[in-house]
């Protein structure tokens, strides 16, 4: 049986600071004492946040001096977009077959 080693981009996502961080970086690019300051949680944990997101391919560090400064990846966002799209042509295209059933076939 497989496991999951680490977080999908959707996964990633599924915690509301996170989410959070990755609005603030769409904004523009920031050092995790940027991120703290704008968030009710501690530096370390937002480096937390920021270990899933970059593990999940969502976000990018890049040294900038002793700081690391974290930027959204467009490969990794663009990946997720393609998840979601398939996620949601699969539950139209569902929906279409149940509602273009004939009556005497609907469960």
Do not use: C
């Not at 497989?2 to 920031?30: C, K, S």
């Amino acid at each position: 049986m497989e496991t999951y080693q680490g977080e999908d981009g959707l996964g990633a996502l599924g915690d509301r600071t996170r989410r959070a961080i990755v609005l603030l970086l769409a904004e523009r690019p920031h050092a995790v004492g940027e991120l703290a300051a704008g968030l009710p949680v501690t530096r370390p944990a937002v480096s937390q946040h920021l270990k899933v997101l970059k593990d999940a391919g969502l976000v990018d560090e890049e040294p900038v001096g002793t700081r690391r400064v974290y930027r959204l990846n467009a490969a990794g966002l663009l990946a997720l977009r393609d998840q979601l799209d398939t996620f949601w042509d699969r539950a139209l295209n569902a929906y279409q077959d149940i509602t273009e059933r004939p009556a005497e076939e609907a469960p």
